[in-house]
C-alpha cells in the first residue's frame, strides 16, 4: 500500500523526515495555484500524481489536511490521517469563517503574510524554532496568500467515512474539536509533526497497520 504526504501551508517535504515510519512515504510537492483558484479545483490537480492503480493512504498535515480531504473525496483511498488539521469546516476555529466572509485576505499585502518569528513561534508552539524558521524563510508567500484565503474560504462539511485525526491538545491554530474520529497528543501543539515526531508517527503507524490488515483481509 502507497502512503502519500501533503504538508503543511507553504512547508516543503522536509516537515515528513522527523517522522520514523514503518511504511514509505511519498511526499506530494505543491503546485502553482491558478489565479481565484478555489480549494476544490486546486486539490483535483494535484491529485493527478497519485497512482490510483494502487491502493494509497493520505496524510495530511495542517493545511495540506484540508487538501487531503479534498482529494479523498474525489479519490476514495483506503485511509485519510489528518495531522494539526480538520475534517470539514465547522472543526476549524470560528474566526477562519469569519474572516472569509469579509474578503479581507485577497487585498492584504503579500508581505503580511511573512510573519514576526516570535509571533511565529508562539502560535506554532514551536520547540524546535531552527526548523520552523527554515520553513518560513522558504516559504513562498504568494502561495501562502493563496492558502490562507483557501482556508478561510473552505467550505466541505462533508466527514469522510474512512479518516482519523492527530490533534495537539494545546494546538492554538487549529484546536481538537468536532466529531471525527480523533487521537489526542497531550500538550501537543500545532509544530508536533516535528516536536512530537516520536508520538505522532506510533500513532500514524497503528492506523496504517490496521489499514493494511483490513485490506488484506477483505
Known amino acids: 500500500m502507497k502512503i502519500y504526504g501533503i504538508s503543511g501551508l507553504g512547508?516543503?517535504?522536509?516537515v515528513f523526515d522527523f517522522l520514523t515510519l514503518d511504511v514509505a512515504l511519498i511526499p506530494i510537492d505543491w503546485i502553482t495555484p491558478h489565479q481565484k483558484e478555489g480549494i476544490e479545483q486546486y486539490?483535483?490537480?494535484?491529485?493527478?500524481v497519485i497512482d490510483v492503480d494502487a491502493d494509497f493512504c493520505l496524510i495530511g498535515v495542517s493545511f495540506g489536511g484540508l487538501i487531503a480531504?479534498?482529494?479523498?473525496?474525489?479519490l476514495n483511498p483506503k485511509l485519510t490521517i489528518l495531522i494539526s488539521s480538520a475534517a470539514t469546516k465547522n472543526e476549524l476555529r470560528?474566526?477562519?469563517?469569519?474572516?472569509?466572509?469579509?474578503?479581507l485576505i485577497r487585498i492584504l499585502p503579500t508581505k503580511l503574510f511573512d510573519p514576526p518569528r516570535c509571533i511565529a513561534n508562539y502560535i506554532f508552539g514551536a520547540k524546535n524554532k531552527i526548523v520552523l524558521q527554515e520553513i518560513l524563510?522558504?516559504?513562498d508567500l504568494s502561495f501562502a496568500k493563496w492558502a490562507v484565503n483557501a482556508l478561510i474560504n473552505w467550505k466541505n462539511t462533508e466527514p469522510l467515512n474512512s479518516v482519523i485525526k492527530i490533534n495537539?491538545?494545546?494546538d492554538k491554530l487549529i484546536p481538537p474539536r468536532g466529531n471525527t474520529a480523533m487521537e489526542l497528543i497531550d500538550k501537543g501543539e500545532h509544530f508536533m509533526i516535528v516536536d512530537r515526531a516520536e508520538e505522532v508517527s506510533a500513532l500514524i503507524n497503528d492506523r496504517i497497520k490496521r489499514a493494511i490488515l483490513t485490506h488484506t483481509n477483505t
Open 43 to 48: 486539490s483535483k490537480r494535484l491529485s493527478t
Open 69 to 74: 480531504t479534498e482529494i479523498s473525496k474525489i
Open 11 to 14: 512547508a516543503d517535504k522536509s
Open 168 to 170: 495537539g491538545t494545546h
Open 94 to 103: 470560528p474566526l477562519f469563517r469569519i474572516f472569509g466572509k469579509t474578503g
Open 137 to 139: 524563510d522558504d516559504t
